[in-house]
Structure formats: structure tokens, C-alpha cells
């Protein structure tokens, strides 16, 4: 017997009973965001790797340490995409969506970035977000970060998340704000850890980021972000505070939060949650204003989201929000004999077309009633039709209720579809 190959490490598959709950999540994202405007865009999961130098930046721990990154048989240099905002820029760009145009804009699908896996984070996982073009005001920053508090409205964890928001300023006001930062740290820069050192030289700002205690610590007398911040980025942030405030969502200002790529400009957030342990972000986003112009495009302002599927997915279980499904099947058709079977076919094929909602299953395999009927109640069914020589001599089927124990009742082939559609409604 051969060694079973594996799944590659960080790589895991999504099994029948855990893609029943991604497909609750998915369809309330879905509904969500079709209720604000936005339409879906589906783009490749191989790039051009200078792509993400490009826009992530060259000095990030995304495109240093986690890319996959591999040349093809031209000898160029492709990547599996990281990340979405970048990817849905390039497509965007090159579809001729942006240049005097708005557009909100949803997309769905796996990322890849070599990292340590644990639970939640995986080296392939999934993304959601949104991406807004064209809008420069802050009231399109207070619509995205609405949109993902409906989401929390919409699965009912409203109460376990907390929204961190922040203004990077523009690029210059960013700049100025690096220097004193880094100015600052030199002078305790025997205290940093190893990382915050080799970012003092490369990114400094990923520092306020730090998870090391020590650090966090010297960074409470750091010079403060706000204090470096233009006034037209000032009034905008005033102005999403306000919108924030008049819509009822409570949010916490946290002048360390700069996320992790450098793109962003002004406006950036997270929602963060502390029901899967330590503090661990679900959701995140923010303005990048410069990005399209960036990748060859016409200067065109910004703000998206994104958010890690199976974080979310991880937060509903640990919730006792999404449940294990009971239930694959609607309705089990048991038949016995050639002429029975021939007659199931026929009758499983006329319940799909009348009622597409149910979920017909038809018997294959042979055994007699008792081992199907077993297999009905493994699956759940909530109805079984029976079909033996007495029933396809007489042209009928023998309803029997799996929910409610002894309910069975003989009907003819013409009224079983009336008949399935209701006992099912009323299970």
C-alpha cells in the first residue's frame, strides 16, 4: 500500500460540513453588499510579482517573507496574489472601470501568503472585500466601515467587536511623521527587539504595530500621529467621526493603528474581536488614494476592506452562531425492484423541476427497505417516498413523514408533488 499524500502545510480543505456554514456566511456577505450598490468583480490568483512591489511595498513582510513567488517559463517573475486591493486595482485599471467613473466593487476568493499557520490563519486562505473608486469624501469612508457594521447586525455579533479607527494624513504629513517617530526611537533603539530594529531602517511605522510588551511601552511617550496630520486630513477624520456618530456606530481612535501596507493614506481601520483569545483583527481597510495612479493608472481616490473568511467563520463557531447542518436532504426516494427504480428516476426528476428548492435525493446502490430507510434518517431527510411492486402496480408512492414517527399516507403519481411541498413546509 502506498504512503497517502497529504495537504501541504497551511493549505487546509474545507469538508462537506464546514462548506454548509461557509455557504450561510457567504450568502449573507453577498446579500449585504448587493444591498449597498456593489457589484462583484473576479480577477486571476496569479500576478505579475512586480505588482505587489509595486503597490504592497518592497520593504513589507508580505512581499520579504510570505509571497509565492516563482518564474514561469518565460522567465517571468509571477506571484500567487497576496492579497486583493492591489489585483482589483490592476483589473480595474485595465478594464477601463475608473478614469471618470465611480464604482463600488465586491470580490471573494483565495490569497496565499507563506506565514506560520494557526487556527484561523492559514497559508491559503480566503478574502472578502470591498473596493470604492472615484468618491474622495469622507462619506464614503463612513459607508464602508457602515457596510461592515451591517454585517455584524446581520450574523448578530454586534456586541463582540470593537472599531479602531485612525488618519494617516497624506504622504507628506505620513513622511514628516516617520521622521520624528524614527527620531524618537533611536534613542531607544537598545530597548527594541530585533524586529522593531530592522524595521527602524525600513519601516518604521509597522513598529507602532508591535505585539512585544517592551516596545509598546516605550511607544507611550512616542510622538503621536495626530499631531503631524494636515489640516484637510484633520477635517476629513472630524468629519467621519461625525458620520460615525450620527449613525450609532461607537468606535474607539487609535493613533498606533497604521496597517500594514503602504499604500494606505488618511482614513484606516479595523474591527477587532477578543472572543477567540488574545485580541486578533477580523476586519480591516482604509483609504489609498494614490494607489490607482501608482499602477499606471489616472489619479483616482479610493477606500476598501477586506476580511479573512476564515477568521470570520472561526468567530461564528466559537459564537455558537453557525451550527453543523442535520440535515442534506430534503426529501429520500426508497425504491425496490427494476420497474420501482425506473419509476424513482422519473419521480426525482419531476420534484426538481416543480419545487427546485428541495433537496431530492434518489437511492442508489441496491439493499433492501430497511437499509434505505436508514440511509434516509443518516441523511436527515425529512420525507421518504416508497416505491415497491404494490405501489407501482396500483400507480402510487407511500408518503411517510420521517419527522413526525408513524405519519405515512398512499397518494397517487400525479398529486405527489402537492403532497411532498407540503409536508416538507410543515417540517
Known amino acids: 500500500m502506498s504512503k497517502p499524500i497529504q495537504a501541504i502545510r497551511g493549505m487546509n480543505d474545507i469538508l462537506p460540513i464546514e462548506t454548509a456554514q461557509w455557504q450561510q456566511v457567504e450568502t449573507v456577505l453577498r446579500q449585504t453588499v448587493a444591498s449597498y450598490g456593489y457589484s462583484e468583480i473576479r480577477f486571476p490568483i496569479v500576478e505579475f510579482t512586480d505588482l505587489f512591489k509595486r ?25 500567487l496574489r497576496p492579497e486583493g486591493t492591489a489585483v482589483c486595482v490592476r483589473a480595474a485599471n485595465q478594464g477601463a472601470l475608473l478614469y471618470n467613473q465611480q464604482q463600488r466593487l465586491w470580490y471573494t476568493g483565495p490569497m496565499f501568503r507563506h506565514e506560520r499557520p494557526q487556527k484561523g490563519r492559514y497559508r491559503q486562505f480566503h478574502q472578502f472585500g470591498v473596493e470604492s473608486y472615484g468618491f474622495a469624501g469622507a462619506d464614503m469612508d463612513a459607508e464602508v466601515i457602515m457596510l461592515s457594521a451591517r454585517l455584524w447586525k446581520a450574523f448578530g455579533i454586534t456586541e463582540h467587536l470593537k472599531l479602531e479607527i485612525n488618519s494617516l494624513g497624506t504622504s507628506e504629513a505620513r513622511q514628516n511623521y516617520t521622521a520624528a ?67 450609532g456606530i461607537e468606535y474607539v481612535v487609535n493613533e498606533r493603528l497604521v496597517r500594514g501596507l503602504d499604500y494606505y493614506n488618511r482614513t484606516v481601520f479595523e474591527w477587532v474581536t477578543d472572543s477567540l483569545g488574545s485580541q486578533g483583527t477580523v476586519l480591516a481597510g482604509g483609504r489609498y488614494d494614490g494607489l490607482v495612479e501608482q499602477l499606471g493608472g489616472k489619479s483616482t481616490p479610493a477606500v476598501g476592506f477586506a476580511m479573512g473568511i476564515e477568521r470570520l467563520v472561526l468567530l461564528l463557531q466559537t459564537l455558537e452562531i453557525l451550527v453543523e447542518p442535520t440535515s442534506s436532504a430534503d ?12 419509476k424513482a428516476v422519473e419521480i426525482a426528476e419531476q420534484l426538481r423541476h416543480s419545487a427546485p428548492s428541495l433537496r431530492v435525493v434518489n437511492h442508489c446502490g441496491g439493499g433492501n427497505f430497511k437499509k434505505q430507510m436508514k440511509r434516509a434518517d443518516k441523511l436527515g431527510a425529512k420525507v421518504a417516498l416508497i416505491l415497491g411492486e404494490d405501489e407501482i402496480n396500483n400507480e402510487q408512492v407511500t408518503v411517510k413523514n420521517l419527522v413526525v414517527q408513524g405519519e405515512q399516507k398512499t397518494v397517487a403519481w400525479s398529486d405527489v408533488a402537492n403532497q411532498v411541498e407540503e409536508l416538507v413546509g410543515q417540517n
Open 331 to 342: 426529501v429520500y426516494i426508497v425504491a425496490q425492484g427494476l420497474q420501482a427504480e425506473l
Open 55 to 79: 503597490s504592497v511595498g518592497e520593504v513589507t513582510d508580505i512581499v520579504e517573507k510570505e509571497m509565492y513567488t516563482f518564474d514561469d517559463r518565460n522567465g517571468d517573475s509571477l506571484s
Open 181 to 247: 517617530l524614527v527620531e524618537f526611537l533611536k534613542q531607544h533603539e537598545e530597548s527594541l527587539d530585533e524586529d522593531s530594529k530592522r524595521r527602524l531602517g525600513t519601516n518604521p511605522l509597522r513598529i507602532l504595530d508591535s505585539k512585544n510588551a517592551d516596545v509598546q511601552k516605550i511607544l507611550e511617550n512616542a510622538p503621536k500621529l495626530s499631531e503631524h496630520l494636515d489640516e484637510e486630513s484633520a477635517e476629513m477624520f472630524a468629519e467621519l467621526k461625525a458620520r460615525l456618530d450620527a449613525a
